[in-house]
């Protein structure tokens, strides 16, 4: 007999291996606005993960899914070409740098950094990977051991992928140096450069807590790849897409990679991934050893194209640059009267608010009631970092001043009420 699930208990049957940070039953949304089932209205400044970056059901963005599902829904890559991923790479060399002139499509972040590790290990006939201390790539196992954000994402998996090792990450100008450094010597003691194949780096730390590295940092990565042909990976997973201000996050550092991954913002919320690196590097890809059903799928690369067509007409990357000012600005003054929230960081509207206790240890407490509380109040954000102790802004790029404005004063009540005041 068939079961019946009520409305009350349907839940039961998902996994727990999902947390669920609200009870929140969506509906629908539109720009940052998110509208429950019972009308109720709630500001997303989580963007679900810094993905919906032209906004919910950007009305350009939905039109071109429309049209695209009247004609074909699936396309494999394999056995036909079709327009939508024409339009798409016709886009994407629009923002790309063109040195990066061959592109390989998948669903998720984690799929595409899967794929930059194996073209790596073929373009280069070298196995082993540097990754660097709190960096996030994704769950799937090759990801998952270049993860290094949270014990958790570890935990009751390993061993894992063989042939990984770990350099540390600056969190200050300072530790340039000494990163920099300590990164030599393991190319001296753990991994010579003829079997390293790769170094893969989020130019702003994502996960692990929205740390933004100097340029002289990324610089000397980007220098040390090249002094012993180390192929360097830029997963541009969540900075991607207009989201710190400038299209992609390595432009700041005026820096190159060689392998760049692509996901979140680039569909606006349908799913899809991708790679992009030089036609000579995938040459060397042996043909057929890499694929997936799904990858480079129609609706999917109608939402892309679309995406970048908004976020070029709407000027979505300055608008972001200037937003992220702004909101930097507005938090920088909740930090003046709130000793506890020690740092405000960021690129653009990828902004982090760092959160320690009176001894200057890392307080995921705290951040984790204030989020609860901003939800209470009809503000969706999330928390980030190793210990969960930043509370990280990342609206969506069409985020109005007043939306902003709104956003900072019910995190400012947020933080009052958690008993942190000066004066
Ligand atoms: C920098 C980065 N890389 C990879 C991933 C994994 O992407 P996905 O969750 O789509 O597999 C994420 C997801 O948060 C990410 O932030």
């Given at each position: 007999m068939k079961?019946l699930v009520s409305q009350a208990?349907w839940?039961?049957?998902?996994?727990?291996?999902w947390?669920?940070?609200s009870d929140?039953?969506?509906?629908?949304g539109m720009g940052?606005?998110?509208?429950?089932q019972n009308?109720?209205?709630?500001?997303?400044f989580?963007?679900?993960i810094?993905?919906?970056?032209?906004?919910?059901?950007?009305?350009?963005?939905?039109?071109?899914?429309?049209?695209?599902?009247?004609?074909?829904?699936?396309?494999q890559a394999?056995?036909f070409?079709h327009?939508?991923?024409q339009d798409?790479?016709?886009?994407?060399?629009?923002?790309?740098p063109?040195?990066l002139?061959?592109f390989f499509?998948?669903?998720?972040g984690s799929?595409?950094?899967?794929?930059a590790?194996?073209l790596?290990?073929?373009?280069?006939g070298?196995t082993n990977?540097?990754?660097?201390?709190?960096?996030?790539?994704?769950?799937?196992?090759?990801a998952?051991s270049?993860?290094?954000a949270?014990?958790?994402?570890?935990?009751h998996?390993?061993?894992?992928?063989p042939?990984v090792?770990?350099?540390p990450?600056?969190s200050s100008?300072?530790?340039?140096?000494?990163?920099?450094?300590?990164?030599?010597?393991?190319?001296?003691t753990q991994?010579?450069?003829a079997?390293?194949?790769?170094?893969?780096?989020e130019?702003v730390?994502g996960?692990?807590?929205y740390?933004?590295p100097?340029?002289?940092?990324?610089?000397?990565?980007?220098?040390?790849c090249?002094?012993h042909?180390?192929?360097l990976?830029?997963?541009?997973?969540?900075?991607?897409?207009?989201?710190?201000?400038t299209?992609?996050?390595?432009?700041h550092?005026?820096?190159?990679?060689?392998?760049?991954?692509m996901a979140?913002?680039?569909?606006?919320?349908?799913p899809?991934?991708g790679i992009?690196?030089?036609r000579?590097r995938?040459?060397?890809?042996?043909?057929g050893?890499?694929?997936?059903t799904?990858?480079?799928?129609?609706?999917?690369?109608?939402a892309a194209a679309?995406t970048?067509?908004?976020?070029?007409?709407?000027?979505?990357?300055?608008r972001?640059?200037k937003?992220?000012?702004?909101l930097?600005?507005l938090?920088q003054?909740v930090?003046r009267t709130?000793?506890?929230?020690?740092?405000?960081?960021?690129?653009g509207l990828?902004?982090?608010?760092?959160?320690?206790?009176?001894n200057?240890k890392p307080?995921g407490k705290k951040?984790?009631e204030?989020?609860?509380?901003?939800?209470?109040?009809g503000?969706?954000?999330?928390?980030?970092?190793?210990?969960?102790?930043?509370?990280?802004?990342?609206?969506?790029?069409?985020?109005t001043?007043q939306?902003l404005?709104h956003?900072v004063?019910?995190?400012?009540?947020?933080?009052?009420?958690?008993?942190?005041?000066?004066?």
């Amino acid at each position: 007999m068939k079961e019946l699930v009520s409305q009350a208990d349907w839940k039961d049957y998902l996994s727990p291996v999902w947390p669920h940070f609200s009870d929140i039953m969506a509906d629908r949304g539109m720009g940052a606005a998110l509208i429950d089932q019972n009308g109720d209205r709630y500001l997303d400044f989580t963007s679900g993960i810094g993905v919906t970056n032209t906004g919910h059901c950007h009305p350009r963005v939905v039109k071109a899914i429309q049209n695209q599902a009247e004609k074909l829904l699936h396309g494999q890559a394999t056995i036909f070409y079709h327009k939508p991923m024409q339009d798409l790479v016709t886009e994407l060399r629009q923002v790309v740098p063109s040195s990066l002139n061959s592109f390989f499509f998948s669903n998720s972040g984690s799929e595409a950094v899967e794929s930059a590790i194996k073209l790596a290990r073929h373009a280069t006939g070298r196995t082993n990977l540097i990754c660097f201390q709190g960096g996030y790539h994704g769950r799937t196992v090759g990801a998952m051991s270049v993860t290094t954000a949270k014990r958790i994402y570890r935990l009751h998996y390993q061993p894992l992928m063989p042939g990984v090792i770990v350099a540390p990450f600056p969190s200050s100008e300072e530790e340039t140096e000494r990163c920099l450094e300590a990164l030599e010597q393991l190319l001296f003691t753990q991994t010579a450069p003829a079997e390293t194949a790769a170094m893969i780096v989020e130019p702003v730390l994502g996960e692990g807590g929205y740390m933004v590295p100097s340029a002289t940092f990324l610089q000397g990565l980007r220098s040390i790849c090249d002094q012993h042909g180390i192929l360097l990976i830029l997963d541009e997973v969540q900075s991607g897409f207009g989201r710190t201000g400038t299209f992609f996050a390595f432009e700041h550092f005026r820096i190159l990679p060689d392998i760049l991954i692509m996901a979140k913002g680039m569909a606006s919320g349908l799913p899809l991934s991708g790679i992009a690196s030089s036609r000579e590097r995938m040459e060397k890809w042996i043909q057929g050893s890499h694929g997936g059903t799904y990858g480079g799928n129609p609706l999917a690369c109608a939402a892309a194209a679309e995406t970048i067509r908004v976020i070029h007409d709407e000027h979505l990357v300055e608008r972001s640059a200037k937003a992220g000012r702004q909101l930097v600005h507005l938090l920088q003054a909740v930090t003046r009267t709130h000793p506890s929230l020690v740092e405000v960081r960021g690129l653009g509207l990828m902004v982090g608010c760092e959160f320690r206790d009176g001894n200057g240890k890392p307080d995921g407490k705290k951040a984790s009631e204030i989020r609860r509380r901003c939800l209470e109040k009809g503000l969706l954000l999330l928390t980030c970092g190793t210990h969960d102790h930043v509370i990280r802004w990342i609206p969506p790029l069409v985020v109005t001043e007043q939306e902003l404005h709104h956003a900072v004063s019910l995190f400012a009540e947020s933080v009052a009420e958690t008993g942190d005041r000066l004066g």
